[in-house]
């Protein structure tokens, strides 16, 4: 359950990043609601990683991994002003995050099925 948890936060936590990078661009106050997010997007990825190694189910550890190199990738092309990456890679990231969330809460249902 944990882990259903942290990958549902995980999403809805990249899906106010994206809401908060359209603020960066039409209001002066979007600068500081996306950098505030991107730290909510960390917490949040750091949370998945926990919860996939706590769980120990091998689907969920590499991606849950994978997402917090992303993360830190994005941070560092978000400061460098690097927008033909750190925009691309941003939606990577929530595609991935959405895989994830619907392979998780699947797999919790076909558990639930077979019991």
């Known amino acids: 359950m944990f882990l259903r948890i942290a990958i549902t936060a995980q999403t ?27 730290v909510g997007v960390v917490v949040t990825v750091l949370l998945y990683l926990v919860a996939a190694l706590v769980s120990r189910r091998a689907g969920a550890i590499l991606p849950a991994a994978g997402m917090l190199v992303m993360t830190l990738a994005q941070m560092a092309l978000g400061m460098a002003h690097v927008k033909s990456l750190h925009v691309p890679l941003g939606v990577l990231m929530f595609g991935v995050s959405t895989v994830q969330l619907t392979r998780v809460w699947s797999a919790g249902r076909i558990q639930s099925a077979s019991a």
């Open 12 to 38: 809805v936590a990249l899906l106010l990043q994206a809401v908060t990078a359209g603020l960066l661009l039409a209001s002066p106050g979007g600068r500081m609601a996306h950098n505030a997010m991107a």
